[in-house]
Structures are given as structure tokens and as C-alpha cells.
């Protein structure tokens, strides 16, 4: 059975610790892949939420005092849990105070995975790396040498995202090779992949790096088929199709279109 048809089956919760700019593209976009958004912050009931969810998802895309908190009592509820963890480190190294939160968060909870853009994840663990606002810059690093990299000294899986998405444990690595330029003009489809890794997970049982690698590869398909409806459109048409590409996209189309690949 593929994780996305466990997914749909068992509907996970998906606890939400997301920036304001996405949080509405994010819950309809679990919803539309058939995963049930959580989308909370209170101080007050982030523990109980983490604990009663199948994943959770931290992204620190609009950070301040109050979420770097909620951020911190989820994660750890998490960890309490056995409930996995995917931190999105948006705009990493953008800012001394970003990274500064990202490494506490990462230094104070246990994350199952990481995904950014190669700027992100090479500030992360300290490596220099140009990044523009929230954009990766110009670099001539091997992608995946820093993703793997992180994923050693993290512990974790993590997911380098670009024209190529890299998806590794540190000893494993996939790529996956679906996917449109179109999803970098509309805002949020980084941030909703993060929440769709964490629906994916939280059905992984023993086989997380798979269900990372199969979220990468599933959400790449379902952009080139979404692109390919709207060709003529615009990136706001693109935007609704792909939502519904989430919903229909079946096992079997998914299964001849994929282009994920063991490095």
C-alpha cells in the first residue's frame, strides 16, 4: 500500500505552527491531499494539540516571542509523545534572529525532519550559504553533500528542496525530480510541502525516509499536472488546480509519473 493511500485512509491530524502569510493555502491544501489541519498557537493547549496529533509542523516564517514559545512547548510535547516533528527554518540566515531561533529550536527538541532550501538547511548547521530574504542565493556547494551533512549532525531526516528535491538520512539518499518552476510564484507552496511531509509521516510506521521521499515526489507530480491544465492561465489558476491535484491524484497516475530515484 503507498503512503498516500494510507494517508487518506486514516485522515491524520496535522498540528499547524505556521506563518500568517500561508496559514489558510496550508489547511486547504491538507485537506484537499486528505490529511486534518490543526492550526494552533495558544500557549494554553499547544501541548495537548502536539500530543493528540499524528505530526507536527513548526515553520518560522513570521517569527515572534509569542509563536518561538508555542513553537517550543509543541515540540517538546511531541518529543514526549512519540509524535514527529518536521521544522520548515524559513529565511535561516536571513537574520542573526532567525538563525539564533532556529538552532534553539533545534538544539531543544528532537526534530524528525528538516526541510528548507540549501541556504536554510546549510545555516542551520552553521555553514555559510548567501540567502536572499527567504530565497537561496547563488552558491557552488553540492547540494547534496549539505544535506547530508545536516542530516548527520542533526539526527534527522532532511529535505533539500530545488530544481532536484534531495531527501536523505544521512546513510539513504533519494531524489525526486517532479515538480514545475510555476510553484516558486505562488506564495506558500514551500511551506504547505513542509506540512504535507508531516501528513506523510505521521502514516511512515518504520519507513519514514520513504514516506518523506514518496511526500516530495506525490506533491511534484501533482504540480506538473496541475501546471499542465492552467498552461495558459497564470499562477492563480495553477494555484486552485493544484489544490485539486491534491484531492485527484491517484496512486496509479502517481505511480507512472513519478520520477523519485535512489541516489
Known amino acids: ?64 516571542d509569542h509563536s518561538i514559545k508555542a513553537m517550543l512547548i509543541a515540540g517538546q510535547s511531541a518529543n514526549k509523545h512519540g509524535v514527529p516533528v518536521v521544522l520548515d527554518p524559513v529565511g535561516a540566515g536571513a537574520t542573526a534572529f532567525r538563525t539564533e531561533v532556529t538552532h534553539r529550536l533545534v538544539s531543544e527538541m528532537k526534530i524528525t525532519a528538516l526541510r528548507g532550501n540549501v541556504a536554510e538547511v546549510a545555516n542551520v548547521i552553521g555553514e555559510k550559504w548567501s540567502i536572499k530574504g527567504v530565497d537561496a542565493g547563488a552558491g557552488d556547494g553540492d547540494h547534496a553533500v549539505v544535506a547530508v551533512k545536516a542530516a548527520k549532525k542533526l539526527g534527522c531526516i532532511v529535505i533539500v528542496t ?23 510564484k505562488v506564495t506558500g507552496t514551500g511551506c504547505l510541502l513542509s506540512s504535507v511531509v508531516a501528513a506523510f509521516l505521521a502514516v511512515a ?54 520520477k523519485l530515484r535512489e541516489a
Open 162 to 184: 530545488g530544481k532536484e528535491d534531495i531527501i536523505t538520512d544521512g546513510e539513504k539518499t533519494y531524489i525526486a525530480a517532479n515538480g514545475d518552476p510555476i510553484l516558486t
Open 1 to 64: 500500500m503507498s503512503f498516500i493511500t494510507k494517508l487518506r485512509d486514516n485522515n491524520p491530524l496535522i498540528h499547524n505552527i505556521t506563518n500568517i502569510v500561508v496559514t489558510n493555502f496550508t489547511a486547504n491544501g491538507l485537506l484537499a491531499l486528505g490529511a486534518s489541519p490543526f492550526m494552533a498557537d495558544s500557549h494554553e493547549e499547544v501541548a495537548d494539540v502536539a500530543a493528540m496529533s499524528g505530526a507536527v509542523l513548526i515553520n518560522i516564517g513570521t517569527l515572534n
Open 205 to 258: 510506521g518504520d519507513a519514514p525516509l520513504e514516506a518523506a521521499a514518496e511526500a516530495l515526489s506525490f506533491y511534484g507530480v501533482a504540480a506538473e499536472i496541475a501546471a499542465e491544465k492552467t498552461a495558459s492561465q497564470g499562477p492563480g489558476s495553477f494555484q486552485i488546480e493544484f489544490l485539486n491535484q491534491l484531492a485527484l491524484l491517484t496512486p496509479e497516475e502517481y505511480g507512472k509519473r513519478s
